[in-house]
């Protein structure tokens, strides 16, 4: 099983930006695919990026444009770069990790848009 630990999240202005961090480790992080995902107040926690074991990225269409995932398999870490942020955006962001159907969450790292 996979422990994985989120940081980075903060308090920014609108139109700033930020880079989620996500470090795995108690397993060959190589082998899994990664995620982000996001929950807002109130309501349900959603998709927001997937990479693949082998490097493909999917995107939410609201971040198309905005946010970035990439993944360094020697430091066992999956980024989220996030750029031109709005209010919207402002949730608590979770890291997974799948293989197999059997899924793997991070604490959270809250993320805030605001002025």
């Known amino acids: 099983q996979v422990q994985l630990v989120e940081s980075g999240g903060g308090l920014v202005q609108p139109g700033g930006s930020l880079r989620l961090s996500c470090v795995a480790s108690?397993?060959?992080?190589?082998?899994?695919?990664m995620a982000w995902y996001r929950q807002a107040p109130g309501k349900q926690r959603e998709l927001v990026a997937t990479i693949s074991n082998g490097g493909a990225m999917h995107y939410l269409d609201s971040v198309k444009g905005r946010f970035t995932i990439s993944r360094d398999n020697r430091e066992n870490t999956v980024y989220l770069q996030m750029n031109s942020l709005k209010p919207e955006d402002t949730a608590v962001y979770y890291c997974?990790?799948?293989?197999?159907?059997?899924?793997?969450w991070g604490q959270g790292t809250q993320v805030t848009v605001s002025s």
């Open positions: 997974n990790a799948n293989r197999m159907g059997k899924s793997s």
């Open positions: 108690g397993s060959i992080f190589s082998i899994y695919h």
